[in-house]
Structures are given as structure tokens and as C-alpha cells.
């Protein structure tokens, strides 16, 4: 279910106090107080998000984001985090360990400070962390605060200290246990079952344990993005270990992202360079595909909205290949110079800036706003990326050839969409003609549902509420947007459909700033939400396996061509019943085999029982009954809890190579069908 407006601005108010943080000596006197704790058991979304899935999850976040502020500030180079078979999660450094000494201001040692006072922590006074990507003493004080028992050890001064706290409260005082020629840190907490909870599709609770997909999916970016650490994920209950390490950081990272593309040039080109106290870190390396993949950090903060980190990045990358391209007489003199987006298609690219004091702006507080640090970043690049172009002649000609490609496709598309244009213009309406519109035209009432087949749209079509819900029926699988140049989307009648259902459309201006193509292109965000036309977009396909390729087929294009819409939480997918239980006069439906089963067990053998194979089946006030009546209908929301995870996974489900895909599925074979972003 989606999270309030309300909620989420709270959840972002305390990430923008996360990334505000200063430096300071690490000891005792540096741990500052700024407030207490006790809103966080009463308010826990304000400060984790949720209280679900995602919740219990960033428990594990915070405690690990301080072991890697320790390896960002040299002391820290291994972290073990264990999933016990209890449940609970022990997460152990070879930092520096946490002050034991009193904090003056609170009267308590530093440990006990740190896990009880809410901002109280070593980043708030002058040269412990010159960068650090926690949220600046929150983290540890909330993991305890929502922990039934959380237990600390900190090996520190050849002594092994302890202390235990239940649901946030000190039981006892901070004790020496024992020697120790250790240091570091480790922490166990074993998550508050009253607070950490999950609801089924029937609105019954249910007990939510630590995945071990999202855990490894987390761990293995932190450390990419610091290279050298290593980060070893341990789950007890399934005696399974996967060590994280790479010497080769973001090199490595974009190398992992690429694994299912034929790369233009090896190795990734990579650089690092300090300059002001910045520090800038960049991989890139060009493939065969259309799309783009690029994704910013600062402090090991991903920022989704990109900053002036990114636009340095951009701005040095089209100049620079445009010069060189004309430098070495790959184009013609009469010949326009390149895009930013034909320099950009095929690129995998990780830009990674450490810096002090980092600023953050925007609705999401997730785009940097240092202005020097686009200067820095677009010199460090421009002269980086021109020295590797005059070095690598070859690789260097396959990318300008790879951007005149992308010019090519990129005029074909333009002339595909005004033909197009055309084509609606002489039918005297630019909305599709098997469009069933709705009456009312606020787009944040109105939502439309993309359904599989004639039959079952015009059941959809009869059930719904025509004041506000809309159905627009797809004709067979959607072209896969993954394997085709982006012409080819204008060119599919169906793809075409959706755009001008939708109103999909791109800003004037583009990404860097300049006049925008006017085409959607993969992967890109620079869309005009103003002019959609629903802001619920409720994918309903028959639940089998050629519904599931159809849903995975329609979330590739949403991923790769109308991402704002996923980011802003306007996709979902409609959950309609798979069987029908009669008895008599009652009628029930069940959406899976547990509800099923447990109707059946009341019921008794003589009900009887219906399975529905197709939408098409169902009667018009049956499919609003369950599937489409705001009351009683179940809705999946479509999120991206990790875009580059996603790239990766769409890249190898929906991509050329088939090796890697066959791997996936006999590893993964009960995801196969049920992709849910």
C-alpha cells in the first residue's frame, strides 16, 4: 500500500537532518545531544518509513551505515552482519568502537548516549568525519528504540565492554566483560513484534522476518561503493554466506550492471580524483543496448534526483565527445553536434562525490545542491574522459559511431511521431479509438486500466464507473521494449495506444538544460506529469502465464519510458480472484490458495468451486465486485526500492542474452511470472 503525503514528508524532513552532518574528534566530548527519543516507538514511520517489509529492513541499514562511516573515515575495513536463527541481526565492525567515556551534557557513558539519546553521535563537532552518509546519530538510538532487546559490545582499549537495553531502556550500566586484543563494534537487536507487522491480502497480521534478497541487494552496493571494503552477509537459518568485496569499487559496479550486455570497451574507464576537498569518482563504459544507465552518490547517499554531481557529469561528457568526434573527422563539418542523449545511450555510468558538507534540495531532499561541486565535477571529467578518448583510439571510434546511431534512430523517431501526429490529426482525435474514456478530466480522480484482451476489456468496460475509470484493451503481447531502438516504440500500435491514453510526453527542456528532443528515450525522467491524464495506472492481466509476460512485458516499458510514473507512485496492478465458492446463498472469492483453502475448511466439501482463467470470464459486476470497486478491490502499487537492481534484472529478463537468463530462472524459479518492480 502506498505511504500518506503526510508520512512521507516526515520520513524526508529527518533524511534532510541525516545529510547536514559536521566533523569532530571521536571521543566522549564529541558526542552532542540535540533532542530526546521518545516520539520514535510512538511515531516509528516518521523516522524508518514504515512499520512493514521496508521498515524491519532499515533497521539493519542504520546500524551497518555507521560501520561504513567508519570505513569511510580509514578505520573500518570489514563488517559481518548475520541474520541469527532467532530472528535477530548481529552486525560487527573493526571500526574504532563507540566512546565509552561520560558525554558531559547527558552524564552517561557514549555508548549508552548513542543508543538512547536521538541525535547524539560523533558528527556533529569538528574532525571525526570529514564524510559520512548516516542519519547523523538517529540511526543507532532508533534501531534500539524499536528493538525488543538490542545488546552492544565495543572492543576498545584491549577491554570488552557491554550493555543490554530493552525496547530503548538502559538494564544496567555499560560493563566490562572480558579482554580483548579486538576493536570495533557489535551490535544484535532483535526487532519489536509490536511494531513490525505486515497485513495479507485478507487484512490479517503477519509476522515479517529479514529477507535475505533485500539485505544482499543493499550490502552489495555499499560495497561497490567503497572500494577495498568488505562486507560478509551471513543468514543462519539457511547456512548461507556471500562475502561482498571489490578492489574495484564502482569499476566493478558498472561491470556488474553490464554483465548481461556486450560491452563497446573493457575495462570500464575509471577515475578518482580530490580537488577542494571533493572528491570525485567516476565509471563508465558503453554497450550494445539503447538505453541509459546512469546513477549518482554523494557520501554513499544515492541520489535519485541527480544534483549538480550529475549535471558536471553530463554537461563534460557531451562536449567532450563532441569535440573529439570532430577532432579526429568521425562526423561531417555541416553535421549538428551530438545530444547529451546520443552521447548517453548505451552508457553505464556511476558517479560517486564525497563531500564535507553536503547540501541537499528538491521535494525528495534527494539532489545535491553544492554548486562548486558541479564545476569540479565537469573539469575532473572533461579532462579525464579527453585524456582516455586520445589513448584509446578504437574504443573511441565505436562510441562516436554508437552516438551517430543514436542520432540516426533518434531523427527516425522524430519523423515516426509527427507521422503519427499526422495520423490522429485526420481522425480529428489524438486519443486512441478503443479508448473508453471517462467523463470526469482531473487526472488525481481519474485512473485507467490497461487490460489484456477485447474480452476481457469490454467486461471492464461495462463493471466500471464511467465517471472516473477508464479502460483502454491491448491486443496481445506489447512489443518488448528492451531488445528495440527507440523508433520502434512510435511504430507499435499498441505502445502508441498508451502514449496517447496516457498523455506521455517530455519537458521542453531536456535533462542538461538545453531544448528537448520531444521523444521519450529510455531510462530517461524528464517527462511532463502535468499533462497525464490519470494518475492511477492500474495494469489488470489474466492471471496465468501469458498474463504474467503480458504484466512483465507492460512494467518493461514503464521502467524503461515512463519511470516518473513508477517513481511517483502512479502504476499498480489490479489483483482479481482466482476462484469463486458457492454455497447456497453465500459467495466467496479467493485470491490465492491460502483463502482458498481456508474457505473450503469452513464451507465443507459439497461447495462449489469455480476457477476463473481468464478476466474474460467473469461478469461484468463480478470483475467490479473484485477487481475494480475502490471499496473492495486490492491494488499493488508498483515501486523501485533500487533503480540500478531493476536495470539489472529487467536487462537480464527482458535483454538479448539468453545464458545469463536461464541462470536467473532455475536460481530464482519462484519469482518467474510474478515481477513486481
Known amino acids: 500500500m502506498a505511504k500518506t503525503k503526510t508520512e512521507n514528508t516526515e520520513v524526508e524532513e529527518v533524511k534532510e537532518e541525516k545529510k547536514k552532518a559536521k566533523s569532530g574528534d571521536y571521543d566522549a566530548a564529541s558526542i552532542d545531544v540535540l533532542e530526546g527519543l521518545e516520539a520514535v516507538r510512538k511515531r516509528p514511520g516518521m523516522y524508518i ?137 557489535k551490535v544484535t537487536f532483535w526487532p519489536d513484534d509490536l511494531i513490525f507487522h505486515d497485513f495479507n491480502e485478507d487484512g490479517e497480521r503477519l509476522q515479517i522476518h529479514m529477507e535475505w534478497d533485500v539485505l544482499a541487494t543493499r550490502l552489495r552496493e555499499m560495497s561497490f561503493l567503497n572500494k577495498g571494503l568488505c562486507i560478509v552477509l551471513t543468514d543462519k537459518r539457511s547456512d548461507k554466506t556471500e562475502t561482498y568485496h571489490y578492489e574495484g569499487g564502482i569499476a566493478s559496479y558498472v561491470e556488474y550492471i553490464n554483465n548481461t550486455r556486450t560491452p563497446m570497451h573493457k575495462p570500464p574507464i575509471y577515475f578518482e580524483q580530490m580537488r577542494d576537498d571533493v572528491v570525485v569518482e567516476v565509471a563508465l563504459q558503453w554497450t550494445d543496448i539503447y538505453a541509459e544507465s546512469i ?10 534526483d541527480g544534483g549538480t554531481h550529475l549535471t558536471g557529469f553530463r554537461n563534460a561528457l557531451t562536449r567532450v565527445v563532441n569535440e573529439y568526434a570532430r577532432k579526429a573527422n568521425l562526423v561531417k563539418e555541416a553535421d549538428a553536434n551530438f545530444t547529451g542523449e546520443d552521447v548517453r545511450e548505451g552508457l553505464t555510468a556511476i558517479i560517486s562525490v564525497k563531500v564535507s558538507e553536503p547540501q541537499f534540495e528538491g521535494q525528495t531532499k534527494e539532489r545535491l545542491g553544492n554548486r562548486e561541486v558541479q564545476g569540479i565535477t565537469q573539469s575532473i571529467v572533461s579532462e579525464k574522459l579527453s585524456d582516455w578518448l586520445e589513448l584509446n583510439p578504437k574504443g573511441s571510434k565505436d562510441i562516436v559511431n554508437k552516438a551517430i546511431q543514436a542520432r540516426s534512430a533518434r531523427e527516425a523517431a522524430h519523423k515516426a511521431k509527427i507521422l503519427v501526429r499526422r495520423q490522429s490529426a485526420l481522425e480529428n482525435s489524438s486519443l486512441p479509438g478503443k479508448l473508453a474514456d471517462c467523463s470526469d478530466r482531473d487526472p488525481e480522480k481519474c485512473e485507467i486500466y490497461l487490460v489484456e484482451g477485447d474480452s476481457a476489456g469490454g467486461s471492464a468496460k461495462q463493471g466500471r464507473n464511467r465517471s472516473f475509470q477508464a479502460i483502454l484493451p491491448l491486443r496481445g503481447k506489447i512489443l518488448n ?196 518492480v
Open 481 to 676: 521494449v528492451e531488445r528495440v531502438q527507440p523508433a520502434r516504440i512510435y511504430e507499435n500500435a499498441e505502445v502508441q495506444a498508451m502514449i496517447q491514453a496516457l498523455g506521455l510526453s517530455v519537458k521542453e527542456e531536456d535533462e542538461d538544460g538545453g531544448k528537448s528532443t520531444g521523444l521519450l528515450r529510455p531510462n530517461s525522467e524528464n517527462h511532463d506529469l502535468s499533462k497525464l491524464r490519470y494518475h492511477k495506472v492500474i495494469i489488470m492481466t489474466d492471471a496465468d502465464v501469458d498474463g504474467s509476460h503480458i504484466r512483465t512485458l507492460l512494467l518493461t516499458f514503464f521502467f524503461r519510458y515512463a519511470r516518473p510514473l513508477v517513481l511517483n507512485g502512479y502504476v499498480y496492478i489490479a489483483q482479481p480472484p482466482l476462484y469463486k465458492v458457492e454455497k447456497g446463498k453465500r459467495v466467496e472469492y479467493c485470491y490465492n490458495e491460502h483463502k482458498l483453502e481456508a474457505v473450503m475448511a469452513e464451507l465443507g466439501e459439497k461447495a462449489i468451486i469455480q476457477r476463473f482463467k481468464g478476466l474474460g470470464e467473469m461478469m461484468p459486476e463480478q470483475l467490479w465486485e473484485t477487481t475494480m470497486n475502490p471499496e473492495t478491490r486490492t491494488l499493488k502499487q508498483v515501486t523501485i526500492e533500487d533503480a540500478s537492481e531493476a536495470d539489472h534484472t529487467f536487462d537480464l529478463l527482458m535483454g538479448e542474452a539468453v545464458a545469463p537468463r536461464r541462470e536467473f530462472i532455475e536460481q530464482n524459479a519462484h519469482m518467474v511470472g510474478n515481477l513486481d
Open 295 to 304: 546513477y549518482s552518490f554523494v557520501n554513499n547517499i544515492n541520489t535519485h
Open 49 to 185: 518509513g514504515s512499520t512493514g517489509p521496508r521498515g524491519l529492513h532499515h533497521l539493519v541499514y542504520e546500524i551497518v551505515d555507521n560501520s561504513v562511516d567508519e570505513a569511510l573515515a580509514g578505520f573500518c575495513k570489514h563488517i559481518e552482519v548475520t541474520i541469527n536463527t532467532d530472528h535477530s541481526v548481529t552486525v560487527v565492525d573493526d571500526g574504532r568502537g563507540i566512546p565509552i567515556d561520560i558525554v558531559a551534557k547527558t552524564g552517561k557513558s557514549g555508548v549508552e548516549t548513542v543508543f538512547t539519546v536521538l541525535h547524539a553521535g560523533g558528527k556533529f563537532g569538528g574532525g571525526v568525519y570529514k564524510v559520512s552518509g548516516g542519519l547523523h546519530g538517529v540511526g543507532a538510538s532508533v534501531v534500539n528504540a524499536l528493538s525488543e532487546t538490542l545488546e552492544v559490545e565495543v572492543y576498545r582499549d584491549n577491554k570488552v565492554h557491554r550493555q543490554i537495553y530493552k525496547r530503548g531502556k538502559a538494564e544496567g550500566g555499560l560493563e566490562v566483560i572480558g579482554s580483548t586484543d579486538k576493536r570495533g563494534t
